[in-house]
């Protein structure tokens, strides 16, 4: 798998797409999206790729190049933590409050050793 494929395929799993989905976001089929992340290793053409990073929400340079990602370094040390994030999102505040406090709670303790 190249590069290009490698990155593309860990950009549309990390927006939590299938290849379906996502080629009907892009507006092309899922065979070609296939071919992309195949081993074929085939490039889109310019306009496709620029709208592949649009979906992704990444440059067309990342995308290509592996350049220019879209987080800064202080944001992709919260990735880790995505799963639970989205966990947390889904939650009604009432239920949040606690949890904070918790949280809250055990960072104190660590910040204090």
């Given at each position: 798998?190249?590069?290009?494929s ?7 799993d ?5 290849r ?10 899922k ?5 992309y ?23 067309v340079?990342?995308l ?5 990602y879209?987080?800064s370094?202080d ?11 989205d ?13 904070k ?10 910040r204090?050793?």
């Amino acid at each position: 798998m190249s590069d290009f494929s490698k990155r593309l395929f860990s950009e549309i799993d990390y927006i939590g797409l299938n290849r379906k989905e996502f080629a009907a976001k892009v507006g092309i089929k899922k065979r070609a999206l296939d071919a992309y992340l195949g081993p074929q290793q085939s490039m889109p053409p310019a306009d496709i790729a620029v709208k592949i990073a649009s979906v992704l929400g990444i440059s067309v340079e990342y995308l290509i190049t592996g350049k220019e990602y879209r987080q800064s370094a202080d944001i992709s040390a919260y990735l880790r933590f995505k799963d639970i994030l989205d966990d947390l999102a889904i939650l009604p505040t009432e239920t949040l409050e606690p949890i904070k406090a918790v949280i809250k709670s055990f960072a104190d303790s660590e910040r204090g050793k």
